[in-house]
């Protein structure tokens, strides 16, 4: 089990927009991180924080929160964003060193 | 640019011992944290526990706590993982990872560890 809970897969149609969640109790204080990882690959980041994305990451990979649900949405999704998504924040031990990932979501983009 | 460049892959028999590195460049590696991450086949991301090679403080996510031993070296910008007695459910690969306050944000590019009679 995990202390932060995604839904295990996603679907979304080409050029429609999608949102990936994320819940935890940790949420309520801290924010989620987000992670695209394709087979084969390591994960990278694709945001953080309230809503910042590196350099080098489309504009259509957006952030939200609202109490203990994070949100990872992408708007105008492309074949290739098609990848496993996870989230990753603070353990609800309330511990700063504490971290945790959530299961993961698949998204298939038809 | 930031690297984090770890061993390759391994081998080993169930019972035998194991250290597998990281070695950053493009950074101060005495200042950022470094985190273990584990994924087992088919599986998702598990944190494993964190060091901050400055002054070695280590923190270990509880499922890994006595499984594993973390360890850094400044001196050679390098973290490393280690078993004493590697078991077949230690079959994974294991990423390292630079953490900031909020994100880890590069990644190595893992290292497959085998284990198998």
């Known amino acids: 089990s995990s202390d932060l809970t995604q839904d295990p897969a996603v679907s979304v149609a080409l050029g429609q927009t999608v949102r990936i969640t994320c819940q935890g109790d940790?949420?309520?204080?801290?924010?989620a991180s987000w992670y695209q990882q394709k087979p084969g690959q390591a994960p990278v980041l694709v945001l953080y924080g309230r809503n910042s994305r590196p350099s080098g990451i489309p504009d259509r990979f957006s952030g939200s929160s609202s109490g203990n649900t994070a949100s990872l949405t992408i708007t105008g999704a492309q074949a290739e964003d098609e990848a496993d998504y996870y989230c990753n924040s603070r353990d609800s031990s309330g511990n700063l060193l504490q971290w945790v990932f959530g299961g993961g979501t698949k998204l298939t983009v038809l | 640019e930031v690297q984090l460049v770890q061993s390759g892959a391994e081998v080993r028999k169930p019972g035998e011992s194991l250290k597998i590195s990281c070695k950053g460049s493009?950074?101060?590696?005495?200042?950022?944290?470094i985190a273990w991450v584990r994924q087992r086949p088919g599986n998702g991301l598990e944190w494993m526990g964190i060091i901050f090679p400055g002054n070695s403080n280590i923190k270990y996510s509880p499922s890994f706590q006595g499984r594993v031993t973390i360890s850094a070296d400044k001196s050679i910008s390098s973290a490393y993982l280690q078993w004493s007695s590697l078991e077949a459910s230690d079959t994974a690969m294991y990423y390292c990872?630079?953490?900031?306050?909020?994100?880890?944000?590069?990644w190595g590019q893992g290292t497959l560890v085998t284990v198998s009679s």
């Open positions: 940790s949420l309520r204080n801290y924010y």
């Open positions: 493009g950074y101060s590696f005495a200042s950022y944290w």
């Open positions: 990872a630079r953490s900031g306050p909020e994100e880890v944000d590069h």
